[in-house]
């Protein structure tokens, strides 16, 4: 299947009232078809990793051509410029976050551009630093605790941002740092209790619902089980464990 029979099959799959309904949950509605996305995923299967392909898709500016671009696309083959121009296009949450998912994760720049991101001002440039923060959490097995420790300070720091997209992957960040031992997560719990000082709305919310579920029964039961170390838990008021 070539770049023309892919465009041609994503217009064939084309969904008006799937793309009505993904502008409602914040994804951008232009040159979107509304293909889901099983049907990409299965597309992607057919076809197979494919660079240059990937690279031809990106280019068409077509929603989900870029998303199967991100699965197409071969990790050890993306160069930093490749995916400096990438982020660069993000106009929706969904493509950001299928690219960090997909490729980003898996290339040699994943923590440093987490970190050069975290920084940036473009929405979706700033959400894709802290999606990638989530991501290496979850599938990173052999990083040690110093690689996720030197990402609690950007938490904090952008924990003041209220843009939509930005607050909620910074919270996601938060959160699945949490969730990866229980070392971390009494750190990441400590973090989420300094930003609940910040005299700011969003920083509050932020803060209160990473709380929640790090100090959930569920997370530290599954945390000390890990660990193999005893678990007890009580709660006060302000979920604190004793």
């Known amino acids: 299947m070539n770049y023309h029979d892919i465009l041609k099959k994503i217009k064939s799959l084309a969904n008006p009232r799937a793309v009505e309904g993904m502008a409602k949950f914040g994804i951008n509605p232009q040159n979107t078809y509304g293909v ?32 199967l671009a991100s699965m197409l696309a071969q990790p050890e083959m993306v160069s930093e410029k490749e995916i400096e121009n990438w982020v ?29 991101w975290s920084k940036r001002k473009e929405e979706f440039v700033k959400r894709a630093g802290f999606v990638l923060i989530s991501v290496v959490a979850v599938h990173d097995k052999k990083a040690n605790d110093e690689e996720f420790l030197k990402f609690l300070p950007l938490i904090k720091r952008e924990s003041i941002d209220e843009r939509n997209f930005v607050r909620k992957a910074v919270n996601w960040a938060l959160r699945q740092i949490g969730k990866r031992n229980i070392n971390l997560n009494k750190l990441a719990i400590k973090t989420a209790k300094e930003i609940q000082e910040i005299d700011a709305k969003n920083a509050k919310w932020l803060a209160s619902d990473a709380l929640h579920e790090l100090t959930s029964k569920k997370i530290q039961q599954r945390l000390y089980s890990h660990a193999s170390l005893p678990f007890s838990m009580t709660k006060s008021r302000n979920g604190q464990r004793n």
């Open 36 to 67: 889901s996305m099983p049907a990409l995923r299965k597309m992607a299967q057919e076809i197979g990793k494919n660079h240059s392909l990937a690279k031809e898709l990106w280019s068409s500016g077509i929603h989900e051509a870029r998303i």
């Open 88 to 116: 660069k296009d993000f106009d929706s949450w969904d493509v950001c976050d299928q690219c960090c998912l997909n490729l980003f994760v898996k290339t040699k720049f994943a923590y440093q551009k987490a970190i050069e």
